[in-house]
């Protein structure tokens, strides 16, 4: 830096948070400030403080100053900046910014001048610019007043220059009005870019903002690349006739001292009976749910641990939390909302004993300061699981209890990936959107821009727009595209959330989110509630549901009988499709090797599979351990207590953390940091910073390199996703519950699974064709009987029961038909296919789907003969007297088995009469392709060809680029490998068929069958099998 | 009766515009977007899976080297008229039919007393098409039904039948797809097993008008021998046009005038006969020892005053005088549909009126040139020259009220046509610290989409006083003067 140029501060730098407007990341700019030498940087985004939080933990990293602040807009269509002095003017921030942004549709804000004025303690303000009222020849007059009696000496002219030739008339208007109203005069620049090399990704954002294309974006787009973050010597250039400006951005800069770290949060504290304290009334629940648990016997081991954890809770004054969550639970059981708290949670007993959790944490050895210590003094993390579909409810409970003002849930950033960035970036540079489209589908979620990729779909990427196009996208990727609803992140607060961080509407009705995402409100150290949806918590309910109404059996989670021998046989068989968590393909190949043999297996087979474990080569070491095919040894003795469980194998992130303590020497602060590292998912770098660190010292303490690479090898894929044990624990108990139900009452478990859908992995056809192969009874849903969910009717003389398919499976029928349908039907059942067109009043479509899924089967014999009838009825005004369909009754012939399957897949995605391959299947046979059961049971190596439909299509990026398919037919599934080369060869084939053919060889592995691909192809038949979805790429 | 069916005509339009494309899949969509529908499809196409009714992005999705364009309405109309024309060749009783485009019954009886056979009548037909560049198929029978169904069954063929029996007999073969039946229509009979004529015609029609509209009604009876579905041949329209032999040459441009006024009268009261106006007028003037002059004049608005066609002809000849004396002039006129109270309007009474004005206007185009008359528009985009662009005024508005702003002296620039070279206009050597310069730098650097332009503008006062509005090009690196500061 020239010694003698002036410092300055800039004070109006917009970041990526400015949607669609900023053009680097708060991060980009706070750095790219300290690395110029500016003693500090004042991030003002587009009404709201989306990115502070960012900005802020880069800023106390560099040991940056930064000034908080918003650029809002009026109502009258100019803007003003507010910049935050103190404590008070953040809170007067938050609450303007939330009224404007309340009352506006999403993604505006507007506020009156009157309101800023109300606001304005605590704040400072920056008038000027190019659409502010102060650069206009009128003059401001009673706007000017107001705010001058407002915010008093706290009120600046703001001199913006950025080499335009409209800004020396309009300097000349601020320079008069701000004489006549004695303003200051600050110094400014709109920084959009931290470096000018930006300038053409911040055309094309504001070409995305405002939907047009380059050409016809006109003044739209900036007429230069003067809004960079400039150095003191080109700052004092541009200002070189006004220093006492430049000089004034210091002076502001001085007046603006507070801080985000100055937030202090108070969580809600609760209503108590009697007088009681919050800490009284938890340590009363705590042990009334401990006498429930142990049945009134409370283990001295149990007792001890929970006096432990409420000195700690005591200690960091969390009582509140635990008794909000314990309300939320409370809440479930009494609404027969089933629930279940996961993470690290299930490492505490008064979690456990408030019911919040279902892992008893003594038994299990599970490590409390995981969850909390008194050291990290950070907050607790609970997230609660919840049926998907009433999670709901339980998100409307905390809105009354606590109120919107006190409860807001958190965001999700909506980011630019390859797709998107490809699509609305090819739209700004004109390129048509066919092409776009086109490119788009060729694109993994995964990969970025590649440029070889683009080539497949026939793009010449060296053309203008495409050549642009590549140059763009990388910039854009990860940058914000809007705000969307977390999950199910709650921020709960005893002041005013809107005092904390701005609120706005979500695109949800009923909904209000906050500013930040969950990792701000993690690095603020804020309280989150997480209050999650599960599928398989849903399916249970259902299933227990149907156990008590038709078995007369009533189980709950806790009361399913643990260690059943036939479960484990069959969950170590691999067949567990729809079985939480153990159903995916990858999970399925594990299940044979690891066969486990209790719950304790089950909860490392959770764990295993997973890319922690996976690309820290700690699978296979694991599996010859317990299979005793190598000794189990330690790399130090020291260790073993920390991976005596897991076969002297790291597997859990627990053990991470406590290796790096006892063999790495790190503090427990510092494997705190190094799991915050872990957990910051896919952020590259934080983790690398470990691996110095760690390797050297567990070298220095006598452990071989080998294995300590091995370690910070796992440690990286923890980066990516890992379970704590904790974690696994909680999911292992739904995925032993719901296999349990799987072996002893499978026509109530797949009931339950298809009544719970859409969840798993899995479609209803290959659920529906798994329950047929196991001997279930599926029997198509039918007008007179189905319901709208699926139900269980008697089997008839078979006994037991069979499956009967609810009507939400037909195409274009709603719940609001099946209502119409089931009150005629209460009144008295059809007669015939006139008497349900007559009552029922569905539309033509409707019926015609029914037909189609063969619903009407029980009023006439076939479906043409029902067809004829309903194309002669639909759509006639109706009568209440029946009328009969016009004409005879003519003959038809009779739709052949594959018809059947056909008609009833077009119409419901799926057929209980028959796998599409099984009509095929003397045709494959003739053209010797066996079917799934045969090729599994060839042995290893062996040359195959094999045809099946395409359920699923996976590349993880454990796997360096190898992609796996499920196929299946009527008699099973097969796993294909496709290596990259392969895949790259037949693209257009793997990407796109749903009915594929492929050759090559067998790897068999015990029971596990695996065909390698040489080549993909697609198989001619005489008939085509309907086309079906197939999950993709997750 | 015959047909004639030149099959996919919209998708052999494209193929005819993107020849380069005949090795890819192809087919026809309403709009070239994503998610429009596809119409029409190449055989090709069909084998990748994309058929009509999918979406453009669909069809991609099964072959990414589908090729897809679409084709307006309008192209289509010129089209059939085209063909239709060509067809006249063949039979004067031609009735093109409006949906599928493509579709045209002849009248084919007496032509045995010209041709050898009807099937060598036919194939000459079918060599003609194909030399304009459309493949096609003609069937030869007794009903429009038969010929019809014959037509679209035998793609690329000629069928000739010789018996009503035989066109019958096929007929009842006929797939029901080949008809142009609705899809929803052709779904539900295929639904219900319904796949020929044949199969359809034990039905009752009173049911199937019932289940399926008219329309299938009607076929159900023409398939059925019930209806008679006759030839409605389209008549020949004439074009308005005559000519007029000078004997002597005559060079003298009042006669002239006289004469073409003499001409029009007859050819307006054609156009009024019709329900139209004139809306252009083509001469063709055949001069002595010179080549033939042509000339199109556009009136203001439709017109049948012979008085105003004659006073364009006027100005256009004063200002572009005939080299020669003319020997024969052809005159067209160019007819628009308009209604009777439409025509009323243009008598014309107020003498300050729009329509004055835009006569006047036509006036000045018929005799300084089409693109002689032209306004100002003010444009959204930095480039002080892309600020505004003239555009050719068709027809005069009224202007609109604006708000009386108060306007402050401002310094008014001159553009030049091109930007000059400074040096051209000033001997002093200029750079971004030279005295000369001031009240800059005003930096404009963008398009860079296209081709990054970067200029710093300045004021520039040479010697003399003058004040010139200058930049640097950073692309070229040299210095332009962009205009004249007043």
Known sequence: MNRAAQPYVPLWCKSHYSFLEGASSPQELVETSFALGLPAIGLCDRNGLYGVVKGHVKARELGHKLILGSEITLDDDTFLLLLVEQRKGYANLCELLTRGQQRAPKGKCVVSWNEVNQHAAGLLALWGGQASLLTREADPGAVADSLKEAFADRLYAMLTRHWEAIELKQEAHLRRHALHYELPLVAGTEVLYHTRERSRLQDVLTCIRHGVTLDSAGRRLKPNSEHDLLSPERFQALFADAPDAVQRTLAISERCRFSLSELRYRYPSESLPDGMTSFQRLRALCYEGARRRYAGAVPVAVRDQIEKELRVIRELDYDGYFLTMRDVVEFCLENDILCQGRGSAANSAVCFCLGITAIDPVRMNLLFERFLSVERAEPPDIDLDIEHDRREEVIQHVYSKYGRSHAAMVANVVRYRSRSAVREIGKALGISETMLDAAAKFLSYWDGLDPSTLRQANIDVESGPWRLLVELVPQVLDFPRHLSIHPGGFLLGHEPVSTLVPIENASMQNRTVIQWDKDDVEALGLFKVDLLGLGALRQLNLAFTLLDRHYGVQMDMATIPPDDAATFAMIGRADTLGVFQIESRAQMAMLPRLRPRNFYDLVIEVSIVRPGPITGGMVHPYLRRRNQEERVDYPHPCLEPVLKKTLGVPLFQEQVMRLAVVAADYTPGEADQLRRDMAAWRRSGRIEKHRERLISRMMQNGICKEFAERVFNQIRGFGEYGFPESHAASFALISYATSWLRCHYPVAFYCSLLNAQPMGFYSVASIVQDARRHDVKVLSADVLRSLWDCTLESAGTQGGYALRMGLRYVNALGRRDWEKIDSARDARNFENVADFVRRTGLSRPKLLSLNEAGAFESLAPTRRESLWQLLGLAGRPQTPLAVEAQGGQPGFARLSRAELIHWDHRASHHSTRGHPLSVLRSELRAQKLPDARSLNRLPDKSAVRYAGLVICRQRPGTASGITFMTLEDETGFVNVVVRKRVFARFAVVAKTASFLGVSGKLQVEGTVVHLVADSLWLPKLSSQPIRSASRDFH | ?486
């Open chain 2, 1 to 486: 009766m015959a047909c004639v069916d030149v099959p996919a005509l919209p998708l052999q339009l494209l193929l005819r515009k993107k020849p380069h494309w005949s090795s890819d899949p192809v087919a026809v969509v309403a709009e070239v977007k994503p998610l429009a529908r596809i119409l029409w499809v190449t055989e090709q196409a069909r084998h990748h899976g994309i058929v009509p009714g999918l979406r453009y992005a669909a069809g991609l999705s099964l072959s990414p080297r589908l090729k897809a364009g679409s084709v307006s309405n309008e192209e289509i109309g010129h089209c059939v008229e085209r063909l239709t024309l060509e067809l006249r060749a063949f039979s004067p009783g031609i009735e093109p039919a409006t949906d599928p485009p493509g579709i045209f019954w002849l009248d084919a009886t007496g032509l045995l007393r010209l041709h050898s056979s009807l099937y060598v009548w036919a194939q000459r037909l079918r060599s003609n098409l194909q030399k304009l560049g459309f493949t096609s198929s003609v069937a030869i029978g007794f009903s429009r039904l038969g010929t019809y169904a014959a037509s679209k069954t035998n793609p690329r063929s000629i069928t000739y039948f010789a018996s009503e029996a035989s066109e019958r007999h096929s007929l009842l073969k006929t797939p029901l797809e080949n008809l142009s039946i609705s899809t929803e229509i052709l779904h539900h009979l295929n639904h219900l097993g319904i796949a020929t004529i044949g199969d359809f015609l034990p039905f009752s029609n009173s049911d199937l008008v019932a289940r399926f509209g008219k329309d299938l009604g009607l076929l159900h009876h023409l398939a059925g021998g019930k209806a008679w579905d006759p030839l409605i041949p389209e008549p020949e329209l004439e074009p308005v046009q005559a000519h007029v032999n000078l004997e002597p040459p005559e060079h003298d441009n009042h006669r002239l005038l006289f004469s073409i006024k003499r001409q029009l009268n007859p050819l307006l009261r054609i156009l009024r006969h019709r329900h139209e106006a004139a809306v252009e007028l083509a001469l063709c003037f055949k001069l002595e020892r010179h080549s033939l002059r042509h000339e199109y004049l556009r009136t203001a608005a439709p017109t049948l005053d012979a008085a105003q066609l004659v006073d364009l002809v006027r100005l256009r000849l004063d200002r572009a005088p005939l080299p020669a004396a003319v020997i024969e002039i052809r005159l067209e006129v160019l007819g628009q549909r308009v209604f009777p109270e439409q025509l009323c309007l243009f008598q014309d009474v107020n003498r300050h009126s729009f329509s004055a004005a835009n006569r006047a206007l036509a006036r000045i185009r018929a005799e300084f040139g089409e693109q002689s008359v032209c306004y100002a528009r003010l444009t959204d985009a930095h480039l002080p020259e892309a600020r505004f662009i003239q555009k050719p005024l068709v027809r005069l508005q009224a202007p609109q009220q604006k708000s009386h702003e108060v306007r402050t002296r401002q310094l008014v620039r001159r553009f030049f046509v091109k930007p000059k070279l400074l040096s051209t206009i000033t001997a002093e050597p200029v750079d971004a610290s030279s005295e000369l310069l001031t009240g800059g730098p005003h930096i404009f650097d963008g398009g860079w989409w296209h081709r990054l332009i970067t200029r710093e503008y300045y004021f520039l006062q040479d010697k003399d006083d003058n004040l010139y509005w200058c930049f640097y090009d950073g692309y070229r690196k040299q210095w332009f003067a962009h205009g004249r500061v007043e």
